[in-house]
């Protein structure tokens, strides 16, 4: 049997990543959609084969439906997950898994209560490059890393999301997040992932640079955040997230070692280039990121569905989610008050 997947909410991320990746994975089925929005969902859920609700609550009662994938406003992800885990489906969760600590700390709770798996769709761990990226590291070659820097830069949510200016990406209710929620967690996990330690310290600095709401008016949430991490092991490094880079998206990291400089995503042909202190070169063509404007598959749904046919928890749990939005919500708390804080 497939693992039959519900998905709450049929914006952008769900068009464009969680629906394909079900329909094109044999191991998988799409069974149901729900969103508010009732034209937009019957004409979805009709053109896949599935089910369309307008209610979410009614789509957790039915007994077709195994696994849900919560993919709509931030300030739900917490509410909804912990309903569907109550209701006896495993989870999937967007990014940022939550808006608080309290909210998240409650998903992981009901995922150990229920039984029911919880991942976090934290996609950058599944990128090809990364991935390399992490065996170089794993082998030794590069030495320890000593510093990093990394970015996440686009022109903002409007050209993704599919009500544009109007979507709740900009509404301080439903999104809770600018920027540092839509971008940052991304890269905080990746750089725990990368390196194998916990982000320990914070500073930075965060605001509304030029993101407008469809009244004209400057958005009340960060489209701008600039970050100094250290990490458990002295490990320090910067991360530079933006909505309001017109130009090329980027989405880089460079890890600074003790024999050599790891490059990732700095070059259009090469995913991973290896520049080793010596004078030796590695260039590694291991496919791309998946971006804004081009999508390629982000492995979610693909693990999801393994891990649960397989009977294994996912790698990418609520407690992982967890640390990552933590260490974003501490910097963009340590931005506002003007000083370093702890994390953790």
């Not at 195994?66 to 739900?76: K, W």
């Not at 996440?152 to 979507?167: L, R, T």
């Not at 949430?221 to 997230?241: C, E, H, P, Q, R």
Request: with cysteine.
């Amino acid at each position: 049997m497939p693992v039959r997947y519900g998905i709450i909410g049929c914006g952008a991320i769900s068009q464009r990543r969680h629906i394909p990746e079900c329909v094109a994975n044999p191991a998988s089925q799409l069974a149901a959609i729900a969103d508010v929005v009732k034209d937009r969902v019957e004409e979805i859920a009709g053109k896949n084969k599935a089910k369309a609700y307008t209610d979410y609550k009614e789509m957790l009662k039915s007994s077709d439906i195994d696994a849900i994938v919560v993919a709509g406003p931030n300030a739900l992800h917490a509410q909804q997950s912990i309903e569907a885990m109550e209701a006896g489906k495993h989870v999937l969760c967007e990014k940022p898994m939550a808006t608080t600590r309290e909210d998240a700390k409650m998903m992981i709770a009901t995922s150990e209560k229920t039984g029911k798996f919880l991942m976090i769709g934290l996609n950058q761990r599944l990128m090809p490059p990364h991935v390399r990226a992490k065996e170089i590291l794993q082998s030794g070659r590069l030495g320890k890393v000593l510093a990093f820097r990394t970015a996440f830069q686009h022109p903002g949510p409007e050209g993704w999301a599919i009500d544009a200016a109007k979507s709740w990406f900009f509404k301080k209710g439903p999104a809770a997040m600018g920027v540092s929620g839509d971008l940052g967690v991304h890269k905080a996990d990746l750089i725990r992932w990368l390196l194998g330690q916990e982000l320990s310290e914070v500073s930075g600095f965060m605001g509304a640079l030029d993101k407008r709401d469809e009244t004209g008016a400057l958005i009340d949430l960060d489209d701008n955040s600039y970050f100094n991490f250290k990490t458990n092991a002295g490990v320090m490094g910067s991360m530079i997230l933006s909505w309001t880079n017109y130009g090329a998206e980027e989405n880089y990291t460079v890890l600074y070692c003790e024999k050599g400089v790891l490059s990732l995503g700095t070059d259009p042909l090469y995913g991973v280039i290896v520049n080793y202190r010596n004078g030796d070169k590695e260039m590694h063509k291991v496919g791309e990121m998946s971006t804004n404007l081009k999508q390629v598959a982000s492995g979610v749904i693909d693990l999801f569905t393994k891990c649960i046919t397989e009977k294994k928890a996912p790698e990418i749990n609520g407690v992982e989610g967890y640390r990552s939005m933590d260490a974003i919500l501490t910097g963009m708390e340590a931005a506002k008050q003007g000083k370093t804080l702890k994390i953790g």
